[in-house]
């Protein structure tokens, strides 16, 4: 077994908690959820086994029930959609 995981590696590796799409938007610079430590070999992403363990276990006491971490939600900040304009005229009148 390795020490050392790419993306696909750690989402083989732990499917259950893992996708290849959750990691690469927890890596983002504005990202709103924070994944595993990472670090770059090149232009490879690559985690430490020992790093996402920790991390996993971190979680699990920090947390009574663990979320999977693609399910959290950003609440959206920006100009209104049109429906939230009109809402707003309606109350405002």
Not at 11 to 30: I, N, T
Not at 78 to 85: D, I, M
């Amino acid at each position: 077994m390795s020490e050392y995981l790419n993306t696909e590696g750690l989402v083989a590796a732990y499917p259950e908690l893992f996708s290849v799409s959750m990691l690469k938007k927890s890596r983002m610079q504005y990202a709103d959820t924070s994944g595993p430590p990472h670090f770059n070999i090149g232009r490879k992403v690559v985690y430490a086994r020992s790093d996402v363990e920790a991390w996993l276990s971190e979680k699990k006491l920090g947390q009574r029930n663990p979320t999977p971490l693609g399910s959290v939600t950003k609440l959206r900040v920006g100009r209104p959609t049109k429906a939230q304009e009109i809402a707003r005229r309606q109350r405002a009148a």
